[in-house]
């Protein structure tokens, strides 16, 4: 089977001009170097049709698969170069991340050994994450950064672990060895780009990933990070026409996909949507943008109930998730089920964050079952207070994606009831956590979960403040595996448990 794979591909070569393999294969490994693996598959899969059983050509080959994140064909083509007699440490090495991109991490283990170089230490730290073991996957990119402080994709996976858990001062010391160590590389641009827009900072990840889409113009993921800023900045023809250019290197490719869909989504055009993603339908993570892209798509065209289960699954999986919360109640009111519908969107309606979207479904729901609580939601939904409190909610979410910690705490603690609402609480302890008001971030935390003991997010923020003030070390463990073991798919979760395990940053 694997050597039917491996002909197929190579049979797939014929296709290619017979040019003198040896250029093709100079063509290859130059365009390897500028980051350019489509087109270097394209010249070695050109070289390989003239001379199959060269070594060196196939394993840039393998090389180019592992950067495409083609498993499956590597490990048919390092099979190849097994059974014709070669063995190396690197062999090895690219058999285990061909099994991680193929889903066996555990494998990748086993295959890895007891070898101690710094790479192998970074494909460890992938197979323990892809094993859900974002401590393990710390301390194996901690123990290779000690052999070797200095290795780029070692560096580059601890930025994107610092990144996922919003430690970004040491983020942004670990980006800084990039750009010392290639400041040229599509990575270290992408990697300055993200932590940039991640800290708000627009206008720095744009010339970033501008810069990157220059460098690069063969390479889609540039184009999907500007289209994501357009997006973010509500400039959404501008996101499409991106996306449209980066569909022309790459159409297929996944995160063209997904911003096609959330383009859709927004524009309201739910039969793309539906006919986009009707294929993957029986693999789609419940919890994952597309997935509940799909199910709002299949309730505005008419399938209420099966939007129903689909956001009923989304919601078990993800109960802090807000608008799966919506969205299973306005499916559940499309089928007929105002009551439940009513329920389900009561901790959203009840907030005193609540907005106009929330209290009119709840409103809706209430009329539709008859409920005593209509008159009260419709009175809140008719407040002028609500749009004055709305003002002032939108005001602390901007001030926490700009950093500005003081901004945040007033415009929050202006909101009337906040002192009661578990969710202002909980962003007032993030805000005072990083404004370094330690005792009122605890203060605030620790409220927060008195009123929602079981919310994972609550349990997350109690933990973190702790993590950040560095007090209570087992509480904070104890609150911070709480959190991660009701919400085990949240990245942030998994990524700070590791810092509390691990002792810090």
């Not at 750009?179 to 780009?193: F, K, N, S, V």
């Not at 409103?363 to 009175?379: F, I, Y």
Request: hydrophobic share 50%.
């Amino acid at each position: 089977m694997k050597r039917a794979a491996l002909l197929a591909v190579l049979l797939l070569a014929s296709a290619c001009s017979r040019t003198d393999p040896a250029a093709q294969f100079a063509a290859a490994q130059k365009a390897f170097a500028a980051e350019d693996y489509a087109a270097a598959r394209t010249q070695v899969l050109g070289a390989l049709d003239a001379d199959g059983a060269n070594r060196d050509m196939l394993l840039l080959y393998a090389r180019t698969q592992l950067k495409l994140g083609d498993g499956d064909g590597a490990q048919a083509t390092l099979t190849h170069l097994e059974e014709a007699g070669f063995t190396s440490a690197e062999l090895v090495r690219m058999k285990a991340e061909a099994a991680i991109l193929r889903g066996q991490p555990q494998a990748a283990l086993n295959l890895l050994g007891q070898d101690s170089g710094a790479e192998t230490w970074r494909l460890r730290a992938a197979a323990h994450s892809a094993l859900d073991n974002a401590p393990a996957a710390l301390e194996a990119l901690r123990r290779g950064l000690a052999a070797d402080p200095r290795n780029y994709a070692l560096v580059h996976d601890y930025a994107r672990f610092l990144i996922a858990a919003q430690d970004y001062p040491a983020a942004g010391k670990a980006v800084e060895t990039l750009r010392q160590l290639a400041p040229g590389r599509l990575d270290t641009l992408m990697m300055a780009g993200t932590l940039a827009a991640q800290q708000g900072k627009l206008e720095a990840a744009r010339k970033s990933f501008s810069a990157a889409a220059d460098a690069f113009p063969a390479r889609v993921e540039p184009l999907t990070a500007l289209a994501s800023l357009a997006d973010m900045e509500g400039q959404v023809d501008a996101a499409l026409l991106i996306v449209a250019r980066a569909a022309k290197i790459a159409p297929s490719h996944p995160e063209v996909i997904d911003l096609s869909v959330q383009l859709a989504s927004e524009k309201g055009d739910w039969e793309t949507v539906r006919k986009t993603l009707a294929s993957q339908e029986a693999t789609l993570d419940p919890r994952s943008a597309n997935a509940m892209s799909y199910a709002e798509a299949l309730l505005r065209l008419g399938h209420p109930e099966q939007a129903r289960a689909m956001f009923a699954q989304a919601l078990l999986l993800s109960p802090q998730n807000p608008y799966a919360r919506i969205m299973l109640a306005e499916a559940q009111l499309a089928v007929g089920d105002p009551r439940s519908a009513l329920r389900t969107v009561q901790p959203l309606s009840d907030s005193v964050l609540a907005g106009e979207r929330e209290l009119d479904l709840a409103v809706r729901a209430a009329q539709a079952a008859r409920d005593p609580s209509a008159g009260t939601l419709l009175a809140r939904l008719k407040s002028p207070a609500l749009k004055a409190n709305q003002q002032l909610a939108n005001t602390g979410q901007a001030a926490l994606a700009r950093q500005d910690w003081p901004a945040a705490l007033a415009a929050f603690g202006q909101i009337p009831g906040h002192e009661k609402d578990g969710e202002v609480l909980r962003r007032m302890a993030l805000a005072a956590s990083r404004a370094g008001q330690v005792d009122a971030a605890l203060g605030y935390a620790d409220r927060a979960l008195e009123l929602a003991p079981r919310n994972a997010d609550m349990l997350h923020t109690a933990a973190l403040v702790r993590l950040e003030a560095g007090r209570d070390r087992d509480q904070m463990l104890r609150l911070m595996k709480e959190a991660s073991r009701l919400d085990p798919a949240n990245h942030l979760f998994r990524a700070d448990l590791a810092r509390a395990v691990a002792g810090g940053g």
